[in-house]
């Protein structure tokens, strides 16, 4: 969406000045715990992994991933959603609108397309993810599908476009994504009203895109308008912007641009939450935990080893195996004796993908999903 | 022959040292750069977690170029990059936020 300039640029300064200010006792993010702090003007915050201790993140704890300045707080009763393009008639949709439609909750993890990206090397331009730029929410709101009905697609529409209400600074791109028809027609693809049944705006509510099982640049924040076009999108945040190699490249080599595609799906991917990376513990029985997903699949599987990888055992997994969402796992463990371990875990989905022990190097730095390792030193209790 | 043994390695030696001045008061320019043209959009955290080499960098004030950034010393901006978060610096961890739940 676009804005008057002059306006974001002396609003940006105000935030600047009073955050310098802020900045000398520490920066607090509004209703979240404290955070791994990537930036703070806009916000990109991770989540440590010591939060993950539930199979829903709560709201307070989830990361936060923004690309420019956060739009101000829409007012439920003067948010309109415009639909517009390859529709039968173009329409002003309000939020009472939308939520007259049949509701529906998907619980999907979400995870930055970027996540993982301090773990490549060579080292790539871009904020420097560790573990937890991922979590899992229970979201809830109309389909997509049911929306875009409300102003009739035409059968030309092969896919949509997407705009947030966040606008561009300077001369940057505006964030604007576009995704296949039929991912936006499929009946899991919400316009989410809730987040975990509230309504955080810093997570892009009060209408943000659910796309479960792709990455998390397609789930668009601050929605505002809908647009079916006959092709794909070609703004900056389509391409070059999160496009990945068709053909894997040798390490810390440039981008092909003919043969970048745009990332559509997640890999298969485990993370280890307890014990604590370089953490000790004292000699005696222990529980293994972590998460593990796989973009539109459901896990199948997660085998952990205590031994830097020569042998594996499955790990116990959270009930519900579902598409979109992760399973949490659990390995309970006694070490024989004290010392340095290293604690891998390695997931499977349902569809036979296995978690890599190298996964591929881009050029962005996208999709890291290697085998997970932490180190525990055990010592004499 | 002695003679010029015996200056040889002062006169190497001052160089040494303009050169190393004239670089530090180019990165302290290259600091004072970074303030006035990347601060007013982002902060600086999410330079300075980053660990480039010198043509990385380079590819990023292209970028940033592109996108409305008008540097007026943009060769000393670079150079401070390069000598401050180049790819053999080490990485240093991020912050944490401080607990901002009270503030909603």
Known sequence: MQANRRQIFAALLAAAAARQIKAADGIAIPGKRPMILHNDRPEDLETPVKYFDSWVTPVDAFFVRQHLPRPAA??????????????????????????????????ATLECTGNGRAFFTPKLPGIQWGRGAVGNAEWSGPRLSDVLALAGID??????????????????????????????????????????????????????????????????????????????????????????????????????????????????????????????????????????????????????????????????????????????????????????????????????????????????????????????????? | MMRTALWLPGLLLAFALAATAADQATVEKGRKEEQRTCLPCHSLRIIHSNRLNRAGWNKELDKMAGWGTKFTDRDALLEYLGATYGDDKPVTPPEMSADGRSKQ
């Open chain 1, 155 to 381: 059968p030309a529409a092969k896919f949509l476009e997407i705009d947030g209400a966040d606008t561009p600074v300077m001369q940057t791109p505006d964030f604007v994504r576009s995704m296949p028809m039929e991912k936006a027609m499929h009946p899991a693809t919400l316009l989410a009203l809730k987040m975990n049944g509230q309504s955080p705006d810093i997570h892009g509510l009060p209408a943000r895109l659910i796309v479960p099982g792709w990455d998390g640049t397609s789930w668009v924040k601050w929605v505002v308008r809908l647009t079916p076009v006959a092709k794909e999108s070609g703004g900056f945040f389509m391409n070059p912007g999160y496009r990945y190699p068709k053909y894997h490249l040798p390490p810390g080599t440039p981008a092909r641009p003919a043969e970048l595609e745009v990332i559509e799906g997640m890999p298969v991917k485990s993370t280890l939450t307890a014990p604590e990376d370089q953490s000790k513990a004292a000699l005696g029985p222990m529980t293994i935990r972590g998460f593990a997903w796989a973009g539109e699949n459901a896990i199948e599987r997660v085998e952990v080893s205590t031994d830097g990888g020569a042998r594996w055992q499955s790990a116990q997994l959270s009930p519900r195996k579902l598409p979109f969402a992760w399973r949490l796992f659990t390995l309970d463990w006694t070490p024989s004796e004290p010392g340095y371990y290293t604690i891998m875990s390695r997931a499977t989905d349902t569809a036979g993908r296995v978690q890599p022990i190298v996964p591929p190097w881009n050029p962005s730095g996208y999709l890291w999903n290697g085998i997970d390792r932490v180190g525990v030193t055990v010592e004499k209790a």
């Open chain 1, 74 to 107: 829409i007012d439920p009763a003067a948010y309109r959603l415009n639909l517009t393009g390859l529709v039968s008639k173009p329409l002003e949709v309000t939020l009472a609108d939308l939520e007259k439609l049949p509701q529906h909750t998907v619980p």
